[in-house]
């Protein structure tokens, strides 16, 4: 049993390398597994490009339908239960797609790991802003994002030796062992609040009576959904989601077919995304603890829009990186900022309830963009009008969340 006495670091700081680490392999697979094996599948599949975005729509489909529910069980079980128990999906559901022989096998695969999926970044960073004080969440969601980057970065750089030396089949099955693993992990380690421990949040002494003060009555979906700053910060969410993916999902696909990139090297797009991500999304944490939340998101928007656009207008290897690399520094940060805006508008003890209900927006981007961009694609000959079409989505979230009202603390029902 772990007790206050029973270690010497703050038990905050084991959360959240556990978090990490779950988050990370949560990323290898929705994000750096499916852009990086796709070609691969394509071919032997015989799939069309709208057919593969199929496949992740429907894993973004099943996200958004469990994200708001497993937000809303976060805040009535709390979050170890939910993260333990869900990493079965995710990693059945891993597993399950190297056995897949057709397309309809592929879609009710990916589906159940987007079931898992929704129970990983809602509740981890609800969680996270449990064990650390006020002043310190925008730091440790930092950390927490960098999982992004370090888990589908890395993949740029081991999944194609897999597939090389095994196929693409055998990288799915190592996923899938990787995700079930996390079940002996979150149980024995997680915690949902300090006071379980007899401790108080890591670096919040002094902070909680100022938290407390707010309401504790619950607040219903209803009332969440009256508030006008929950659909800016939704609606925008919706759009950078989808001109996140509308890039993320296809840049390697479209450096093998289009542009008659080696497989190896245009695998390397996602890696690049990925690692500038991690001193990325920590940095644009550092600044919002100084600028503020909405400055902070409408200057990333911006720029992930412009770089979406850079990105169109080169086809040499390097130039691409560059621009890649800009478009991964600032998608890093998007996450940790969205969460950060859970705690600055709304109530702690909603917290979890209002991210699942905001990530149904970016679920539904999720959902649409490999559908709408392989469609396109598929149309137009070419993956730069879809491009295009994510980067005029940047810009209008950009625009968007410039309507988004200031604040010192969270926005709380007026009577």
């Known amino acids: 049993m772990i007790t206050k006495e029973s270690h010497k670091i703050h038990w905050a700081w084991v959360v959240l390398g556990t978090s990490f680490l779950t988050l990370l392999i949560n990323y290898s697979i929705r994000i750096g597994a ?5 070609p691969e ?3 032997d599949l015989c799939l069309t490009k709208a057919q593969a975005g199929l496949i992740k729509s429907t894993f973004a489909m099943t996200y ?4 708001p529910v497993m937000g809303k069980l976060t805040d009535r079980v709390g979050a170890r239960k939910v993260i333990t128990f869900c990493c079965l999906f995710l990693g059945g559901g891993t597993f399950l797609m190297g056995k897949a022989e057709d397309l309809a096998a592929a879609v009710i695969f990916f589906g159940i790991v987007g079931i898992g999926s929704a129970a990983t970044w809602v509740p981890s960073a609800a969680l996270i802003q449990n064990w650390f004080g006020m002043k310190r969440r925008a730091m440790a969601l930092g950390v927490l994002s960098a999982s992004s980057g370090a888990g589908f970065g890395l993949m740029g750089l081991i999944l194609p030796l897999m597939v090389v030396g095994h196929g693409w089949r055998f990288a799915w099955f190592a996923l899938g062992i990787a995700g079930v693993s996390l079940f002996l992990l979150n149980g024995p380690l997680l915690r949902d609040r300090p006071q379980q421990l007899g401790l108080s949040p890591w670096g919040g002494k002094g902070e909680e009576v100022k938290e407390d003060s707010f309401p504790t009555k619950r607040i219903g979906y209803f009332e969440i959904l009256r508030q006008g700053q929950f659909w800016i910060i939704g609606i925008s969410y919706f759009l950078i989601s989808y001109a996140s993916y509308a890039l993320l999902d296809f840049i390697v696909t479209y450096g093998v077919l289009e542009l008659c990139i080696p497989y190896g090297t245009a695998s390397l797009f996602i890696t690049v995304a990925a690692f500038c991500g991690i001193p990325g999304g920590l940095l644009v944490m550092m600044v919002s603890d100084h600028i503020g939340t909405k400055k902070s998101l409408g200057i ?10 850079y990105v169109i207008f080169r086809k040499n290897v390097l130039p691409l990186m560059v621009g890649i690399g800009c478009f991964g520094a600032l998608y890093g940060g998007i996450f940790p900022l969205v969460a950060a805006c859970g705690r600055d508008y709304f109530p702690r003890e909603i917290t979890g309830t209002v991210l699942g209900l905001l990530t149904i927006f ?4 999720a959902m649409a963009t490999p559908v709408v961009t392989g469609h396109l694609a598929d149309l137009t000959g070419s993956f730069r009008w879809p491009f295009g079409l994510g980067a005029f989505a940047a810009l209008a ?5 410039g309507f988004l009202r200031s604040t010192q603390g969270p926005v709380t029902q007026e009577d």
Request: glycine letters at 10%; zero cysteines; charged letters at 5%.
């Open 34 to 38: 499916y852009p990086i094996l796709l």
């Open 41 to 43: 599948m394509i071919k």
């Open 64 to 67: 958004l339908i469990f994200a």
């Open 300 to 309: 990333i928007y911006t720029l992930m829009g412009l770089s979406i656009l």
């Open 362 to 365: 970016y679920g539904a981007g």
């Open 397 to 401: 979230a950009a625009i968007l969340i």
